[in-house]
């Protein structure tokens, strides 16, 4: 695991052709009003952002297909 601190202005290139998987934690901190404004605003909008959504409804039908996997091979276990 690697963790950064994005207050530092840095870049990040993926020469692969390979997906990035990026795990975005908010650490609260102590900020004033217009500070945790800023930061609260960001997540919204990534939480919200078509790739994050489309990721969302991936998880959900992966899900699914398990739980409903699940309850088939109960059925046939008991039946």
Do not use: C
Request: proline share 3%; net charge negative; aromatic share 12%.
């Amino acid at each position: 695991m690697f963790i950064f601190d994005n207050t530092h202005y840095h870049d990040v290139w993926n020469e692969t052709d390979e997906d990035r998987v990026i795990l975005l934690i908010h650490f609260e901190r102590p900020l004033r009003k217009s500070g945790k404004a800023v930061a609260n605003s960001f997540i919204w909008i990534i939480r919200r952002s078509p790739f994050i959504q489309t990721t969302l409804t991936r998880i959900k039908e992966w899900e699914n297909l398990i739980t409903d996997g699940h309850s088939e091979i109960k059925d046939r276990a008991s039946g």
